[in-house]
């Protein structure tokens, strides 16, 4: 197995991509009582057009596909449900979609083995039946439902919609009542049978491990199949202007909430890291809880906490968000976009600089603790062609310059919406 | 995992907890007083205040700047409520020295002299709290007490328990109520939070790569703002079994409108037991119930029904009382009730198998084991232990009582469980 070390953590990650073209990362925890596993195939709600391999013609499924298949990947055919099962094992077992993969995992102390058999068990064997994948729909229904009932998700939602024409980032994960409807299992199973490929897929272990033997237990439970070769993904063309600035929507609130978006060109393949901490810097010295604005607004009554800063980023796709409640959104939306001229004009302050760089450099070294973080940190930057090692040791070269230059480039004002939704 | 306790005067409590597994450290205070309606909107302001600054760090920015230099340290100042008290909850969590490039700091040090100086040295001016800050934290108390019914879920299952408790201590939203904030006065309310630094329990953990705890008891004592502390007889409810001895058996149903796109159910069940031990057949009880995936909520109102997304049910220890909480369709809200009604009649009846019983207490104790591998689990649970007047459990105890529980005495609880309250919140 390959082994990355990362001094300033003190951790290893092992590394095997076996022939069938499934990647295995194992990071060893010493003294840690939890172990957790996390499978997961590079297929989320972004991927509803793409090539089968081996065919020629594109095809499109309905929204909210990769998310069901989720759901119904639990139920077997001989009657039993894996989660029920995994429970029964004392173990603590989940599944999740997001924009760009779906994974399956369980952690827990006692019965890994045992536990481990009925997860490989499980995503290998899909069993859909006309009337298993009728009855989810009540289920997914009632989900999509709570989601509705949660400003949060809806002022993010219409932000991504505010920002993007075509890309399908702008859709809800779940798909929609409507959409799932049209979900029949012959679509699972060509979408299973396209994206659930070892080649396609991660798994990524943390726990008190010995590597080579978790390895060989692997190994033993993987059913035979071969790589299936690239699945061509097509995504719509993406225009590099907004769709609009403002969106509001109206729901009971005691306070607005409200998403400010910026949309950034998709990122080049080496600049991920280097952007993605150039980001968070910027974000911290303009909005952070130590900064002028912060204080000003806070102090003026129209915000009462700092917004939450995302950078999410994918195949096709770039955004920066801030996320908080107001008295006053718009006036937040226009004292950042002021603060952000002043920034570019003024330059950043060394010294501030430096502070930030310090506390993002903790909050990485933070992500180190618990078994859950450090596995789904791995399998996420992992799909984005990422290593989270590399966060540690790129901040260091990380200088004013460059963020000031990254500021000027990313930052547009013309790239920025606001979405609002209040009373 | 060892809590070592040092009495460091009386009512004032350092716990030691050395580990090497994580890569912080974890301090923590807890300010323990009586939950009350009098004081409960007070306390809610005064968490809100001690976050804007100290003498030596009279700002905001300020502290933000101090905590960002000490390598991204965390803090917070939260408010719980546990049984009958409110509890001030301060937190800071660094990095350990270890994983800090070059350098000979001893950041713990630095955190523990730092929380003390937030809790017990406020910034003020003649005698009060920072009028402008007084002023400002009114109003953003004003706004979380409001911001309640945003989280519809959540709101729902603290109206239930308003509702369940009305006219108790626990029945009081942890963060007060809006018609007491006008009533407050600054100079009164500093004069009070003087009274609660005097009188209130405090218990000090730290949590980490750290000395023992000598060396620890003495960088409190010789800290500048907990030598000042005296002792004192800590005025609060230490928690037991309390027997709610309702007199009407009737249940109370409250329904309630708000733009709502799913209806949230929420069941209040009284627990009508008196020994301490029998607290965890309740344990299992509730994860039967609605504590996992294989539960009955779960199989039956989920599963199989298809009514719910959410389907689930919680035991609040400290109050003895489990919670269900379903999400529904609003016009689906009798189906979903007289399931859940049924499940609760079957436990009775001991329609669950052994096997349901076994895998109960596996989710318990899976649970329980995991407090081994969380920091501030490891806080929580030592600080529950502590707030327990009658017992020191140790987590391997808690397993072996937990595994002791038979399916006849989950039969004989549940004779003695009822519905108290059912709340729903509609469109």
């Known amino acids: 197995m390959q082994v990355i070390e990362n001094l300033k953590v003190k951790e290893k990650v092992y590394i095997e991509k076996l022939e069938n073209g499934l990647t295995i990362m194992i990071i060893p925890k010493k003294d840690i009582q939890k172990k957790y596993i996390i499978w997961g195939t590079k297929y989320g709600s972004n991927e509803s057009t793409f090539v089968v391999p081996g065919e020629t013609d594109p095809i499109e499924v309905p929204k909210g596909v990769a998310h069901f298949l989720e759901h119904k990947m639990f139920e077997q055919e001989n009657g039993t449900n894996s ?5 029964s094992l004392g173990v603590n077992a989940n599944a999740y979609t997001t924009n760009d993969h779906t994974a399956y995992l369980f952690e827990g102390i006692d019965n890994f083995y045992e536990a481990l058999d009925e997860l490989m068990d499980y995503v290998q064997h899909p069993y859909f039946t006309d009337e298993n994948v009728e009855k989810e729909k009540g289920i997914i229904g009632q989900e999509i439902m709570m989601y509705d009932d949660y400003p949060e998700w809806k002022v993010y939602l219409n932000a991504l919609e ?3 024409h075509e890309h399908p980032v702008k ?23 396209t994206f659930y490929n070892p080649s396609n897929m991660v798994m990524v272990a943390c726990g ?13 439970r993987l059913e035979k199949k071969e790589a299936n070769g690239e699945i061509k993904r097509i995504y719509p063309e993406e225009p590099e202007n907004i769709v609009k600035e403002k969106v509001e929507q109206k729901m009971q609130v005691s306070i607005p909430l409200y998403t400010i978006g910026i949309k950034v060109p998709p990122l080049e393949e080496t600049q991920k890291v280097k952007t993605h901490l150039g980001v968070e810097i910027l974000l911290d010295l303009i909005f952070g809880k130590s900064s002028e604005l912060y204080k000003r607004l806070y102090n003026e009554g129209v915000i009462y906490g700092a917004p939450g800063c995302d950078f999410e980023f994918a195949n096709g796709y770039a955004h920066i968000l801030l996320t908080g409640q107001a008295n006053d959104p718009e006036k937040v939306y226009e004292e950042f976009k002021k603060k952000v001229i002043e920034y570019k004009e003024k330059g950043i302050n060394k010294e501030d600089f430096e502070r930030i760089k310090r506390s993002i450099y903790g909050s990485f070294v933070k992500e180190y603790d618990d078994v859950a973080d450090i596995a789904r940190m791995f399998i996420s930057d992992t799909f984005k062609g990422i290593n989270s090692f590399d966060y540690l040791e790129e901040i260091d070269a990380i200088n004013v310059e460059y963020v000031e230059q990254l500021l000027k480039n990313l930052f547009k004002e013309e790239k920025m919406v606001i979405s609002i939704v209040k009373n | 995992m060892e809590d070592i306790k040092t009495q460091i005067n009386d009512g004032i409590k350092l716990h030691t907890i050395r580990t090497s597994k994580f890569k912080t450290n974890l301090i923590s205070m807890f300010f323990t007083t009586e939950l009350n309606k009098e004081n409960v909107t007070k306390n809610a302001l005064i968490s809100l205040l001690l976050r804007r600054g100290t003498k030596n760090i009279p700002s905001q920015d300020e502290l933000s700047k101090k905590l960002e230099n000490m390598y991204g340290a965390f803090f917070d100042c939260g408010l719980d409520k546990i049984g009958n008290n409110q509890v001030f909850k301060f937190y800071i969590e660094t990095i350990n020295d270890e994983y800090i490039p070059q350098s000979n700091e001893e950041m713990w040090k630095e955190a523990v002299n730092l929380l003390l100086e937030i809790a017990l040295n406020p910034y003020t001016e003649q005698e009060c709290f920072k009028e402008e800050y007084f002023e400002q934290e009114k109003k953003t108390l004003t706004q979380i007490i409001e911001g309640r019914k945003d989280n519809k879920a959540q709101y729902a299952l603290n109206r239930c328990i308003e509702e369940m408790y009305k006219d108790e ?36 953990f730290v949590s980490g790569n750290i000395p023992d705890s000598k060396e620890i008891e003495n960088l409190i004592k010789s800290n500048e703002n907990a030598c000042k502390l005296e002792g004192r007889q800590a005025k609060y409810n230490p928690v037991k079994i309390e027997n709610r001895n309702r007199k009407d058996n009737q249940e109370k149903i409250v329904e309630e409108s708000l733009e709502v796109t799913q209806g949230k159910l929420v069941l209040g069940l009284d627990i009508n037991i008196e020994k301490e031990d029998e607290k965890y057949i309740a344990v299992v009880y509730n994860s039967i119930l609605g504590g996992s995936a294989n539960s009955k909520m779960f199989q039956n109102v989920r599963e199989k029904a298809h009514l719910a997304y959410v389907a689930s049910s919680s035991y609040l220890r400290h109050k003895n009382t489990i919670f269900i909480n379903s999400g529904i369709e609003i016009a689906n809200y009798e189906k979903a ?6 499940q609760i009649k079957d436990m009775e009846n001991g329609n669950f198998s052994d096997n349901d019983l076994k895998e109960a207490k596996k989710v318990i104790t899976e649970g329980i084991k995991t407090v081994y591998d969380e920091q501030d689990s490891q806080i929580t649970y030592c600080f529950g232990q502590e707030m327990n007047e009658n017992e020191d459990v140790s987590l391997e105890q808690y397993m072996e009582k937990i595994e002791a529980v038979t399916k006849e005495d989950v039969i004989e609880i549940a004779k003695v469980i009822e519905v108290d309250t059912i709340y729903f919140l509609r469109d």
């Not at chain 1, 859709?171 to 049978?193: A, M, P, R, W």
């Not at chain 2, 407050?184 to 000090?204: F, R, T």
């Not at chain 2, 009730?337 to 049924?342: A, F, G, N, T, Y």
Request: hydrophobic fraction near 35%; proline fraction near 2%.
């Open chain 1, 83 to 87: 989660l029920d099962v995994l429970t």
């Open chain 1, 162 to 164: 505010a920002m993007y």
């Open chain 1, 171 to 193: 859709l809800d994960i779940t798909g929609t009542i409507e959409t799932i409807s049209h979900i029949d299992k012959d679509v699972l199973y060509k979408c299973y049978n």
């Open chain 1, 208 to 220: 008190d491990f010995l590597p080579e033997d978790l390895l060989e237990e692997i190994k033993k």
């Open chain 2, 169 to 204: 201590p626990f029945g009081l939203y942890k963060f007060g109520n809006i018609e007491d904030i006008e009533k407050i006065d600054n100079k009164q309310l500093y004069e009070y939070y003087k009274n609660l630094i005097k009188n209130c329990k405090i218990d000090i």
């Open chain 2, 337 to 342: 009730l007289k399931i859940i009604k049924e």
